[in-house]
């Protein structure tokens, strides 16, 4: 089945505590982007990557970190969390860029920080 | 100033009825593709359909419709015969040819589907 695997469903962490969260996808999708969601904000893009090894920075990527070292992984690194970044988190994946490719969505993460 | 703006917040519905949701974009480029996508109460995102600026004809696919009229930059979904199941969070989506090539949300409307 074609899908974006997204690991863990839920978390609670402390603060300062380095957490990863995972992001697989089996449809040779060369976009990858991850997103939180906020009430009242919507989704925010955080970083996002058009390939292997080429990442750039979203709207709110401050306390985030990236890596595609392969085309169907691109893991979400928080490396000391606060408060702040308690949201519910997606990624996607689209098959290249382009105005007519939608995104394929991951199950989301729901992180609480404490 | 936003991008996507979806003006109803929540609504609610009587089963069996044909629901709009609106939506209005903001965008300069002749070139752009709208989605519409579905987040139930558990939470994922679900893609429902899409709308090419170069599309001659409105996107249908089963129960939903996209009302597309790119003069007055409105691309309005359109649920047929809704059912309690479309109760959900609903949003509307669309994507520019940016450099970061994102697809920017609107911040969604509520629907409710009343038995």
């Known amino acids: 089945e074609a899908q974006v695997t997204q690991n863990p469903r839920y978390l609670i962490t402390v603060t300062g505590k380095k957490l990863t969260v995972t992001c697989s996808q089996n449809?040779?999708?060369?976009?990858m982007s991850w997103y939180r969601q906020d009430p009242g904000l919507g989704l925010r893009q955080i970083y996002y990557s058009m390939n292997v090894e080429v990442t750039d920075k979203g709207d709110v990527p401050e306390g985030y970190k990236v890596s595609r070292k392969e085309k169907r992984n691109f893991p979400l690194i928080l490396e000391s969390p606060s408060p702040n970044q308690t949201s519910l988190y997606f990624c996607a994946s689209s098959l290249s860029r382009g105005t007519n490719y939608g995104y394929t969505f991951g199950s989301g993460t729901r992180l609480t920080v404490v | 100033a936003q991008k996507i703006t979806q003006t109803q917040p929540g609504m609610f519905v009587q089963e069996k009825e044909a629901v709009t949701l609106d939506c209005t974009y903001d965008t300069s480029d002749p070139s752009y593709g709208l989605f519409w996508y579905k987040q139930p109460s558990s939470g994922e995102m679900i893609f429902l359909i899409y709308q090419g600026s170069y599309d001659q004809q409105n996107a249908t696919e089963g129960r939903y419709s996209l009302n597309f009229q790119k003069a007055r930059k409105s691309a309005n979904l359109v649920i047929s015969a809704s059912q309690l199941g479309d109760s959900a969070m609903y949003f509307c989506a669309m994507r520019e040819p940016k450099r970061d090539d994102k697809i920017i949300f609107g911040k969604g409307t509520r629907l409710h589907i009343l038995p």
């Open positions: 449809m040779n999708h060369e976009y």
